[in-house]
């Protein structure tokens, strides 16, 4: 396994991105997401495939929004 994939794993099993989704309640723009893979970087997870980044992004946000419903 590369450093790409061991490091989104590590992100993976982080809150990094769940605080992400709340913190912007499920929504973000494109300055907000160059941000998050800033800050991941800067933290350490670094090489990283911010496509695969982006899915996990993505399923997280399903996660908000399944939970996050308007009755």
Do not use: C
């Not at 590369?2 to 490091?7: A, F, R, S, T």
């Not at 982080?14 to 300055?31: M, P, Q, Y």
């Not at 991941?40 to 946000?61: A, C, S």
């Amino acid at each position: 396994m590369g450093l790409k994939e061991d490091n989104l794993k590590k992100l993976s099993r982080t809150t990094i991105l769940t605080t992400f989704v709340k913190k912007n309640k499920g929504e973000w723009d494109h300055a907000k997401w160059e941000e998050l893979l800033a800050e991941i970087k800067k933290k350490g997870f670094d090489p990283i495939d911010p496509d695969q980044v982006g899915l996990l992004l993505e399923k997280k946000k399903a996660e908000y929004w399944a939970k996050n419903k308007k009755k």
